[in-house]
């Protein structure tokens, strides 16, 4: 099956939340997630915390990237997005794109809203895209992320060791991977 483009008016449903294309009236949320030591600590590859002028230019060259596909995570109903989550570097060549998600406000981390979130787009990237793989990088240390990935069907695949330093020292990066004959959509 031959990769569609992705549609931009398009909003997820899922039991609890709702993806929703992202509004840029939600820029200064996101730079306070991405300027987060605590979320970046978790989540980022680059050497600090985001200033709100990178994540305000993130997600301008995410609105015209014909290779990422973004979306802000909602509570069903809500107004004000808990997180983002993207399918990042898509290959139509390939079949396949990266993951990438955070839940900013840690009232709402734990509660099963950002594995929602992760299993609607698998089926939005499977389903409706006609990707083959998804595959993503968390570090070692994120072990409530690494549980949640594997509930998914996320697989290990292999390891970039000692790539990222933190204040206790080196970690690994896990590889991991879902595919699409591997997926069990949930009911």
Do not use: C
Not at 28 to 44: D, N
Not at 47 to 71: G, I, K, N, Q
Not at 130 to 156: C, H, M, P, T, W
């Amino acid at each position: 099956m031959a990769v569609r483009l992705h549609d931009n008016s398009r909003k997820l449903e899922g039991e609890r939340i709702e993806l929703r294309r992202h509004v840029r009236e939600n820029y200064p949320l996101y730079a306070q997630w991405y300027g987060s030591p605590e979320i970046w600590h978790l989540t980022s590859w680059a050497p600090s915390p985001l200033s709100r002028s990178a994540v305000e230019r993130l997600f301008e060259d995410r609105e015209l990237s014909r290779t990422d596909d973004s979306f802000a995570i909602h509570i069903r109903g809500d107004d004000e997005p808990i997180g983002v989550i993207s399918l990042m570097n898509m290959s139509e060549a390939n079949e396949s794109a990266e993951l990438s998600v955070i839940v900013g406000p840690r009232d709402d981390r734990h509660r099963g809203y950002g594995t929602e979130a992760i299993d609607r787009l698998l089926r939005y990237a499977f389903e409706d895209l006609g990707l083959n793989r998804i595959g993503l990088s968390v570090f070692d240390f994120n072990e409530q992320a690494i549980s949640a990935y594997d509930k998914l069907g996320f697989v290990e695949e292999g390891r970039f060791r000692q790539a990222i330093m933190r204040s206790t020292g080196f970690h690994d990066a896990i590889l991991m991977s879902v595919l699409k004959s591997e997926w069990e959509p949930s009911s």
